[in-house]
T-cell receptor, first 111, second 116 residues
Framework: GQQVMQIPQYQHVQEGEDFTTYCNSS?????IQWYKQRPGGHPVFLIQLVKSGEVKKQKRLTFQFGEAKKNSSLHITATQTTDVGTYFCAGPPSGTYKYIFGTGTRLKVLA | DTAVSQTPKYLVTQMGNDKSIKCEQNLGHDTMYWYKQDSKKFLKIMFSYNNKELIINETVPNRFSPKSPDKAHLNLHINSLELGDSAVYFCASSQEWSQGRAYEQYFGPGTRLTVT
């Protein structure tokens, strides 16, 4: 079936270090969304990328959508303790409306 | 005002019981979803409704039955609960896809279901 894998599954970083999570889909996606879920919370939308090769920035966060629209990445520069949480990518396979969520990357930031 | 609300927040029940989870959104969205998040944090879509019409129905046991009385509400009824149904269930809503453009999903706070 259609799968969206994220690596790493877990990441512990010292505050101030950079962090990257990678999202890989088994099928082409029409767009990719990124969500953040704080511990005990619910997923909160961060950004959507639509075009092949698109790059978007939000302050310390940089998002990229691969040329083949099958992979994406989220990079956080100089992590802070407020970045703690699980980051999910999600996208619908081309031609569908069904969002498949990635397996998630759980980030812990040590002060 | 809470954009997407769910009740109850916690639900503890015994195997074999029937239970319902309610969801309401006040965002004026046309599309609503139910997701299941298991103990490993995997999020999986179960159902999606657009303008009260079921558009996504994943391979979910037919013990699970969604009902959308109107665009602002999407409830989930579960019959004959099993241990494996224990999870966090999230309701979400979004604007309807338009001309190939998708919109962000707004999630409710979740309902933690524990089946004993």
């Amino acid at each position: 079936g259609q799968q969206v894998m994220q690596i790493p599954q877990y990441q512990h970083v010292q505050e101030g270090e950079d962090f990257t999570t990678y999202c890989n889909s088994s099928t082409t996606l029409s767009n990719i969304q990124w969500y953040k879920q704080r511990p005990g919370g619910h997923p909160v939308f961060l950004i959507q990328l639509v075009k092949s090769g698109e790059v978007k920035k939000q302050k310390r966060l940089t998002f990229q959508f691969g040329e083949a629209k099958k992979n994406s990445s989220l990079h956080i520069t100089a992590t802070q303790t407020t970045d703690v949480g699980t980051y999910f990518c999600a996208g619908p396979p081309s031609g569908t409306y069904k969002y498949i969520f990635g397996t998630g990357t759980r980030l812990k930031v040590l002060a | 005002d809470t954009a997407v609300s769910q009740t109850p927040k916690y639900l503890v029940t015994q195997m074999g019981n029937d239970k319902s989870i309610k969801c309401e959104q006040n965002l004026g969205h046309d599309t609503m979803y139910w997701y299941k998040q298991d103990s490993k944090k995997f999020l999986k879509i179960m159902f999606s409704y657009n303008n009260k019409e079921l558009i996504i129905n994943e391979t979910v046991p037919n013990r699970f039955s969604p009902k959308s009385p109107d665009k602002a509400h999407l409830n989930l009824h579960i019959n004959s609960l099993e241990l494996g149904d224990s999870a966090v269930y999230f309701c979400a809503s979004s604007q309807e896809w338009s001309q190939g453009r998708a919109y962000e999903q707004y999630f409710g706070p979740g309902t933690r279901l524990t089946v004993t």
